[in-house]
């Protein structure tokens, strides 16, 4: 799958998950590509990343995509700031 977030709310990425949780447990694989830091919290998930031309296997929270929400999250007011003074 190729982004499948592109879609979808917050909250059907949640229904997505559950969906591609049930199918594994039946035998099913996935290749998924996503920035989607709900889909890439699947629990068991082999999460790669891609940068430099380089492939490597990445925790969860080693993602560009956790780290940035996480910041984001954590620093809205300071990050909106900084984006927004003139």
Same mark, same amino acid.
Do not use: D, G
């Given at each position: 799958m190729d982004e499948p977030e592109a879609a979808l709310s917050p909250q059907r990425q949640l229904t997505l998950l559950l969906?591609?949780?049930?199918?594994a447990k039946n035998g099913s694989?996935?290749?998924?590509?996503?920035?989607?830091?709900?889909?890439?919290g699947l629990p068991g998930a082999d999460?790669?990343?891609? @940068?430099?031309? +380089?492939?490597?296997?990445?925790?969860?929270?080693? +993602?560009? @995509?956790?780290?940035?929400?996480?910041?984001?999250l954590e620093n809205r007011e300071r990050l909106l700031t900084e984006l927004f003074e003139e």
């Open positions: 969906i591609i949780a049930e199918m694989q996935f290749i998924i590509a996503t920035h989607s830091p709900i889909l890439l999460i790669f990343s891609f @940068s430099n031309s +380089t492939i490597s296997p990445a925790s969860y929270e080693e +993602t560009e @995509s956790y780290q940035i929400t996480k910041m984001f």
